[in-house]
């Protein structure tokens, strides 16, 4: 299985500025055929169930705000939001689909400083 | 609009079987490319991947469960449904399902159901 880590675990930052999570594959997720990488971000507000943010490491899905961006490849990924809001408030999540069985990190906690 | 929602028991003892139902609306799993997974999340605890099953009955189990997982669909419901045996309590938490997206067997997931959170305890 592909291990997935992120770091930090946690992390305080003020509004308006901006937030960096880090998520880390243990073998390259980067599809050569294709040149992509096989790499999504989700959301998991309190309560609420995840909410997918960006696929292919940098492609944001519909409707997702364009403060949120996804960089990286390889091994390494980076899910920036450029402006922290107080709507922005969750556990962040990166997933793997490059090969079987899909495997999540375990998840980066954002709140307000 | 595309839903899915998650039914079953929200209590079940040691050793019995769990069977949960997702009930998907707005797409339909007989359409080409379309599946859908289960996931779990214990109590302030990360995403864990279960099974997958595809419009043309291709399924994925976690290597670690497969033993004890079996997913199946019925299309004339649009309903997939997940079982696990011999439950534990190590194995209390919210259950999801969620379309699996993308045009790759495995894909990324969205959306997701709202959950339901089954306990296991005598």
């Known amino acids: 299985d592909i291990v997935m880590t992120q770091s930090p675990d946690s992390l305080a930052v003020s509004l308006g500025e901006r937030a960096t999570i880090n998520c880390k594959s243990s073998?390259?997720?980067?599809?050569?055929?294709?040149?992509?990488?096989?790499l999504a971000w989700y959301q998991q507000k309190p309560g609420r169930p995840p909410k997918l943010l960006i696929y292919w490491a940098s492609t944001r899905e519909s409707g997702v705000p364009d403060r949120f961006s996804g960089s990286g490849s390889g091994t390494d990924f980076t899910l920036t939001i450029s402006s922290l809001q107080a709507e922005d408030v969750a556990v962040y999540y990166c997933q793997q689909y490059y090969s079987s069985p899909p495997t999540f990190g375990p998840g980066t906690k954002v709140d307000i400083k | 609009q595309i839903t899915l929602k998650e039914s079953g028991p929200t209590l079940v003892k040691p050793t019995q079987t769990l069977t949960l139902t997702c009930t998907l609306s707005?797409?339909?799993?007989?359409?080409?490319?379309?599946?859908v997974g289960w996931i779990r999340q214990p109590p302030g605890k990360a995403l864990e991947w279960l099974a997958l099953i595809h419009w043309d009955d291709d399924k994925h189990y976690s290597p670690s469960l497969k033993s004890r997982l079996t997913i199946t669909k019925d299309p004339s419901k649009n309903q997939v449904v997940l079982t696990m045996t011999n439950m534990d309590p190590v194995d209390t938490a919210t259950y999801y399902c969620a379309r699996k997206v993308g045009p790759v067997k495995i894909g990324w997931f969205g959306p997701w159901g709202q959950g339901v959170l089954v306990t296991v305890s005598s």
């Open positions: 707005g797409f339909a799993l007989t359409t080409n490319g379309v599946g």
């Open positions: 073998q390259s997720v980067l599809y050569s055929s294709n040149s992509k990488n096989y």
